[in-house]
């Protein structure tokens, strides 16, 4: 007969199990090794056989809203052409960039990107590591059926490599770890402008315009002093809506309604001292009262109090932050890899990056040697200009071996080359489209795994000769 385990037990394991999760999700690599796992199950899922079609019928299920009145005079179903695989790209990834959003208004706010001089060199290295890919990208595939693909070898993936320089511990001065994440969040800025610009469908100007007055309204309103989140998360929907259905790419407007938030807190650091301290003579003073156990009524009302008081402290956009982040670093992220890169290998040309063709050109070629090569050399070439014009400065502790073996880490493109791919090649005939897209996303994969093995290489090389 089985041992029952006794129930104090199994609850002080689960406890320990939790315990152990929750340290290792704030491990920087683990962001990584858990979308690189994604990525891996993804490839699967669309390749193997007994999986292959309920893979793609998953994706491609169509989700609506059905509203209608019991008497047939009102019938609505809303969106009309939304799937499982738009609802995660268009939904679930306007999350996504709404916390790009956050991260990049707080770094300009308070972090590497707050002023001239802290930014210089991090923002023009950023340029050159997506004009220098995009040149190389054009230069291969000018003239072809490809050739609105440039924006994809152009943005850096920070999990990624944020989770390569975690596992390089010591290696590499912590000077250059500012510098590429300072750098990979002024390149998600360009890759949004890029997105917005450039991979927006056809405008619908009245939409755009009611956006744009929701959008100024919602601003006043910051100015007018509101603290409640609530009129933000309505009005970021409304938005949302707009930018979907006005040719805006719906993402945007997680962007947009990011710099929005309040980034003020409602008690400064004398007016949160005064009221805890009140409110911590009051916890003192209702001790004992009726003979409770603390704490009794008084007294949870003296520590709601205490917590409302710490919470209005911490400004909106950084609580926001703080409660998305796990969200989409853990769920959102992941599903976005599970659903961008599961690629049906029906093509072995896929895997070679040196195949052309005169009419498709080669996407493979383009993004390989854009990841590989075009940001590396356009980070490096670019700051190397910035340095000797005197308007940026050498990281400390850093050499130009070092910084182009860091530079290569740039070349980790993922999540936002793969969403740019799903973007790219619209106006052409579907099954060219299909193709060019899998063939991208097989070229980010093959270009940012050796854009990261590269810099690894170089730095571990690199670290033994010193």
Not at 136 to 153: D, E, K, L, Q, R
Not at 332 to 356: C, H, K, Q, R, W
Request: net charge positive.
């Amino acid at each position: 007969m089985a041992k029952l385990i006794p129930i104090y037990t199994w609850n002080k394991n689960v406890i320990a199990l939790n315990r152990r999760r929750k340290r290792l999700s704030r491990q920087p690599w683990f962001q990584g090794v858990l979308l690189l796992a994604c990525v891996v199950a993804a490839m699967l899922l669309a390749n193997l056989p007994w999986t292959r079609t309920l893979y793609r019928e998953i994706l491609e299920t169509t989700l609506q809203l059905h509203l209608s009145s019991t008497d047939g005079s009102f019938d609505l179903l809303f969106p009309r052409d939304l799937t499982v695989e738009k609802f995660i790209n268009d939904i679930l990834m306007v999350v996504f960039f709404f916390t790009v959003g956050l991260e990049i208004r707080r770094e300009v706010a308070h972090g590497e990107l707050s002023s001239v001089k802290k930014a210089m060199l991090p923002v023009i290295a950023a340029f050159g590591g997506v004009i220098v890919p995009a040149v190389i990208y054009t230069i291969v595939n000018h003239g072809s059926a490809a050739a609105s693909g440039w924006g994809i070898p152009t943005a850096t993936d920070i999990a990624f490599a944020v989770c390569i320089l975690s596992v390089l511990t010591d290696k590499v001065p912590v000077s250059l770890k500012v510098f590429l994440t300072a750098l990979a969040i002024a390149d998600d800025l360009i890759a949004i402008l890029v997105v917005a610009i450039f991979y927006g469908g056809s405008i619908n100007l009245p939409l755009l315009g009611v956006a744009l007055l929701v959008i100024a309204f919602t601003w006043l309103l910051r100015r007018l002093g509101e603290k409640n989140m609530f009129p933000y998360i309505f009005f970021a929907i409304i938005v949302w809506a707009l930018f979907y259905y006005s040719g805006i790419h719906a993402t945007m407007s997680g962007v947009v309604m990011a710099f929005i938030i309040p980034a003020t807190s409602r008690y400064n650091k004398a007016q949160y001292v005064h009221k805890r301290n009140r409110y911590l003579a009051k916890l003192e003073a209702y001790d004992g009262i009726d003979g409770e156990p603390f704490p009794n009524g008084p007294q949870k009302h003296c520590l709601r109090r205490l917590e409302s008081i710490a919470h209005g402290t911490m400004d909106m956009s950084y609580r926001v932050e703080h409660a998305l982040s796990p969200w989409v670093n853990f769920l959102i992220m992941p599903i976005f890899a599970l659903a961008n890169a599961g690629v049906e290998i029906t093509d072995a040309s896929y895997f070679n990056v040196l195949a052309f063709d005169p009419q498709l050109g080669s996407v493979s070629m383009g993004i390989f040697l854009g990841l590989l090569l075009g940001k590396p050399i356009g980070i490096t070439l670019f700051s190397w200009l910035a340095i000797k014009f005197k308007v940026g400065a050498m990281p400390e502790h850093a050499n130009w071996k070092l910084f182009f073996a860091v530079a290569c880490l740039g070349g980790i493109g993922f999540t936002m080359s793969i969403f740019v791919d799903t973007l790219s090649f619209s106006g052409l005939a579907p099954e060219v489209t299909e193709h060019l897209r899998d063939a991208g996303k097989i070229a980010v994969l093959l270009g940012s795994l050796s854009a990261g093995l590269l810099g690894t290489l170089l730095i571990t090389l690199l670290h033994k000769t010193r």
